[in-house]
């Protein structure tokens, strides 16, 4: 079992920037498989980023370039910075864990105002 817990989520206007962060148990968390999803009022949970246990990364279109999901192993730590902030990005924001199966934390409320 794996337990994570999202922060860092707020009300910010268009073009401004957020980090989230998302803080998770267990001692192997180097080698977790890391992600970053969001869904949008009215909408399904999507992929925004996620980031491998050699940092390779991957990342939405809708994100390239805007967006940069990170993991500090030394604190157990994931985050996810996000830059230029536009009204559509608008979401809860939920951090996944994949070890084993797929773990995930409750989330946090991002949203942006035109």
């Known amino acids: 079992q794996v337990h994570l817990v999202e922060s860092g989520g707020g009300l910010v206007q268009s073009g401004g920037s957020l980090r989230l962060s998302c803080e998770a148990s267990?001692?192997?968390?180097?080698?977790?498989?890391m992600g970053w999803y969001r869904q949008p009022p009215g909408n399904q949970r999507e992929l925004v980023a996620s980031i491998t246990s050699d940092s390779s990364t991957n990342y939405a279109d809708s994100v390239l370039g805007r967006f940069t999901i990170s993991r500090d192993n030394a604190k157990n730590t994931v985050y996810l910075q996000m830059n230029s902030l536009k009204p559509e990005d608008t979401a809860v924001y939920y951090c996944?864990?994949?070890?084993?199966?797929?773990?995930w934390g409750r989330g946090t409320q991002v949203t942006v105002s035109s």
């Open positions: 267990g001692r192997m968390f180097r080698y977790y498989i």
């Open positions: 996944k864990a994949r070890w084993y199966g797929d773990f």
